[in-house]
């Protein structure tokens, strides 16, 4: 069973920065996707960003909202994925959660896969 875990998250001003981090464990195959979603009060869960395993042509997958402001990269060794977030808008405000799955991926990345759920970190970005 694929499980994570998510750190970081909290406040910061406009303009700032924070990293997100999640840890997975539990992959049958060493090819997996590990990703980000946020959801704001009052709005459905959508997609931030997202990551392949494997380091090949496609292997990342950004929400237009977040592209030239947030990074996500992978520590394969510890199954770990980082999220950059910079230049933090009030609208990226939200709770992001962590998912992961080794289902079948298909690349190059066009959307995120939903797979096994964090519990969540609140992100506020204060004017």
């Known amino acids: 069973e694929v499980q994570v875990v998510e750190s970081g998250g909290g406040l910061v001003q406009t303009g700032g920065s924070l990293r997100l981090s999640c840890a997975a464990s539990?992959?049958?195959?060493?090819?997996?996707?590990i990703g980000w979603f946020r959801q704001a009060p009052g709005k459905e869960r959508e997609v931030v960003a997202c990551?392949?395993?494997?380091?090949?042509?496609?292997?990342?997958y950004y929400a237009d909202s977040v592209k030239g402001r947030f990074t996500i990269s992978t520590d394969n060794a510890k199954n770990t994925v980082h999220l950059q977030m910079d230049s933090l808008k009030s609208e990226d405000t939200a709770v992001y959660y962590c998912?992961?799955?080794?289902?079948?991926?298909?690349?190059?990345?066009?959307?995120?896969?939903?797979?096994?759920w964090g519990q969540g970190t609140q992100v506020t970005v204060s004017s």
């Open positions: 990551i392949y395993s494997k380091n090949t042509y496609g292997n990342t």
């Open positions: 539990g992959f049958a195959f060493d090819e997996y996707v």
């Open positions: 998912t992961a799955t080794d289902d079948i991926v298909v690349i190059p990345l066009v959307s995120c896969p939903r797979g096994s």
